[in-house]
C-alpha cells in the first residue's frame, strides 16, 4: 500500500486546514490509520488515530477539541480537520496505517508500517 498525504499549507493562528490521506495500491479499510507530525529538530509524535470501521478515536491532549480524525474507506481516505491551529502546530504531518490489530499502542508511531510523505503545515502568529 502507497499513502499519499495532502492539504498543507501556510494558515494564520486561529485558522483551519483539512489534511487529506489517500491510499493506493489496496484497501485500509480494515486497518487502523493515523496522523503524526514531525517540528524540526524534534522526534515524530502522535497527533490522532482511528480504528478500522471508525468505531474508535483518540488523540493527543495537545489537539484533542481542535481536530478531528476521520475515514471514508469508499474512498480509501483519512482526513484530519484541523481548527483553531495555533504557531505550535506548525509540522510536517505524516499519516499512516498499521497492520497492528491492536487499538491500544497506535499512538506510537513504531507500530505504523506505511507511511505517507509528509504535507507541510505552517501556522503564523
Known amino acids: 500500500v502507497q499513502l499519499q498525504a495532502s492539504g498543507g499549507g501556510l494558515v494564520q493562528a486561529g485558522g483551519s486546514l483539512r489534511l487529506s490521506c489517500v491510499a493506493s495500491g489496496r484497501t485500509v479499510a480494515s486497518y487502523h490509520m493515523g496522523w503524526f507530525r514531525q517540528a524540526p529538530g524534534k522526534d515524530r509524535e502522535f497527533v490522532a488515530a482511528?480504528?478500522?470501521?471508525?468505531?474508535?478515536?483518540k488523540y493527543a491532549e495537545s489537539v484533542k477539541g481542535r481536530f478531528t480524525i476521520s475515514r471514508d474507506d469508499a474512498r480509501n481516505s483519512m482526513y484530519l480537520e484541523m481548527n483553531s491551529l495555533k504557531p505550535e502546530d506548525t509540522a510536517v504531518y505524516y499519516c499512516?496505517?498499521?497492520?497492528?490489530?491492536?487499538?491500544?499502542?497506535?499512538?506510537?508511531?513504531?507500530?505504523?508500517?506505511?507511511w505517507g510523505q509528509g504535507t507541510l503545515v505552517t501556522v503564523s502568529s
Open positions: 482511528i480504528s478500522w470501521g471508525a468505531g474508535s478515536t
Open positions: 499512516g496505517v498499521t497492520s497492528s490489530a491492536f487499538w491500544r499502542g497506535t499512538d506510537r508511531p513504531q507500530v505504523y508500517g506505511t
